[in-house]
Every structure is written in structure tokens, then in C-alpha cells.
């Protein structure tokens, strides 16, 4: 089996999570900062390239009656060029309340403000790849 890559694609940064080889859990890596389509492509290349990614699974920003917005058509935009400049396959996996979610845990544990800012794009993106993980398992 090879290893998903989850990410939580934001408009400032990408939130990026790996799975183990064996697709049950999803683990935090890292949140790029956006620079440049070409910039933030190039270190997804790297990080496919480090973990041996076969797939790859994009958070979508439903809205909360399930119809789809201008975040999610982003969202959408991106997964199809990601699509096409990795050749691997792309999933869009519902992502409502994800970052909300995310933001309480950390809360609940007691993480301060400034370190939630930078851990909170990387957090969704494990949610996001563990519910896409979790569902597929069923």
C-alpha cells in the first residue's frame, strides 16, 4: 500500500498530513506557506517524492447545506492541477467544521494562541485525512 497524502488548502498556507504505509492514521507533517503556484507546487513534488505518496486527498469547504462556494470551487481548481502536474490520483473529501474541530482540540488542550495559528492548518489536514482514511475503511 502506499501512503495519502491529506492537505487543507487555504488561500495563506496549505495544511499537509501523511498517512502511515498502511492507511490507518494520519499524522501532521507540516503547513507551507504560500508563495507561488510554482513554489508551492514544487515542495508538494518534494514531500510526494519523500513519503512515497500514491494519492492524494484535498480538503473540500462545503458549505454547511452542502452546496459548494467559491472556497470549495478554489479547492476544486487546485485538486485538478494538482491532478495534472503530479499524475497522481486526486480525491476531494468533505472538509465542513474540520478547522473548528481542529481549533477545539487544541483549546482543550491547552495550546496557547500563538502556537494554535501555527499548528491549526497542519491539524485540519490530519482530520481531513483521517475521516477520508476512516470512511474508506467502512
Known amino acids: 500500500m502506499t501512503r495519502l497524502l491529506g492537505l487543507d488548502v487555504g488561500d495563506k498556507t496549505i495544511g499537509v498530513a501523511v498517512s502511515d504505509e498502511l492507511g490507518w492514521t494520519a499524522q501532521g507533517v507540516e503547513t507551507i506557506k504560500r508563495q507561488s503556484k510554482e513554489k508551492d507546487f514544487a515542495r508538494l513534488h518534494e514531500l510526494i517524492a519523500q513519503y512515497q505518496v500514491g494519492a492524494i486527498v484535498v480538503g473540500l469547504p462545503k458549505n454547511m447545506n452542502g452546496t459548494i462556494g467559491p472556497r470549495a470551487e478554489m479547492c476544486q481548481a487546485f485538486g485538478k492541477l494538482l491532478e495534472e502536474r503530479t499524475s497522481l490520483p486526486v480525491h476531494m473529501w468533505d472538509e465542513r467544521l474540520t478547522t473548528m ?27 481531513i485525512l483521517q475521516g477520508y482514511m476512516d470512511a474508506k475503511s467502512r
Open 101 to 127: 474541530a481542529a481549533e477545539r482540540m487544541l483549546i482543550s488542550a491547552d495550546v496557547s494562541r500563538q502556537k494554535r495559528k501555527t499548528v491549526i492548518d497542519k491539524m485540519a489536514a490530519t482530520l
